[in-house]
């Protein structure tokens, strides 16, 4: 079976540059909030053309400080979609907050926004969209909606790296955005990382106190915090691969456009909404001969994966918070359609057209 995502073809590529950048962070024995975590910090900062970026262990630390960050207390509602990675909703538990579900448009298989207002209660103090494979949510809906019940906005971008809406990237958008540098993210460290971006300084301030225990002098604490940084290895390798993520992306929209052109018409296909730019972190197609085209692919050594087999609604971890099968029929219909099929910027392009027909002659029969 070949890979989802070979990671290694990429790393041949950067090697030199990467161990370059590996020998200066041994040789300068600064592994903990220096100059490279410095410096990735302001790249992605003026990437996004916002004030401030924070980088922090993970991305599931990058919702879960930023969600403290804008006040958030137990007792509270965050609204977010069920059809997401369950890290979303973990980082809204460890608040103490309790996540409220909306479902999902088949199309894009983000939140659908003409449903949120009517999950709004007073206790919701946030709305959690996710940009889900690299799909940009309706950001001018929900931020019109959260100006009009005054709610924050916290923006999961951990699949949407250069994404945008217009000229607008994602993450700019809400009170924070939150990116993953997860090995397998578009933009991938080598190990774990995540960063938060913002216009609001005191935001941007709370969180690097909170991510480094409550402290900005050394013993000296404000508040309690975590241990929550990005550190200067994953910061050093994250820069090298920062000045090539145009071309990745764009390589897997390439990549995206030859799949969707082979496959049309046999499978429903991802579409891009009007003035969206997708970035693919993932490229699902959905057909209710789900089930048999993944059995055939693994027949003939095509991986696939299904992200995601069963809605957080329907998770038995959050069967205390009382929903029911049926509650969301997008999300759970979709979970029973979607296939991710491997997309990454060095894949083959005689691959995709050999799993294109794969799944054609699938089909046929
Ligand atoms: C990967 C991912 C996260 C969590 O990121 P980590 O860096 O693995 O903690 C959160 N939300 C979504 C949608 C993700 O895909």
Redesign the pocket.
Known sequence: MKPMIDLNKQFLELKDEIFSELKEIFQSSQFILGKKVKAFEEMISAYHNVNSAVGVA????A?FLSLLSIGLKKGDEVITTPF??F??VEAIVYTGAKPVFVDIEPETFNIDVAQIESRITERTQAILP?H?FGHPADMVSILNIAKKYDLKVVE?C??AFGAKIGNKKVGSFGDTGCF???PS?NLGAYG???MIITNDISIAERIRLLRNHGSKSSYIHKTIGYNSRLDEIQAGILSVKFKRIEEYNRKRQEKASLYTSLLNGYVKCPVVKDNMTHVYHQYTIVSEKRDLIQEHLKRIGIPSVIYYPLPLHLQEALSYLGYNKGDFPIAEKISSEVLSLPIYPELNEEDIVITAEAIKECLRK
């Open positions: 993970s991305g599931t630390d919702l997401t990675f890290a979303t996710v889900i999961d951990a699949q993953s540098f997860y993210k774990d990382g995540g």
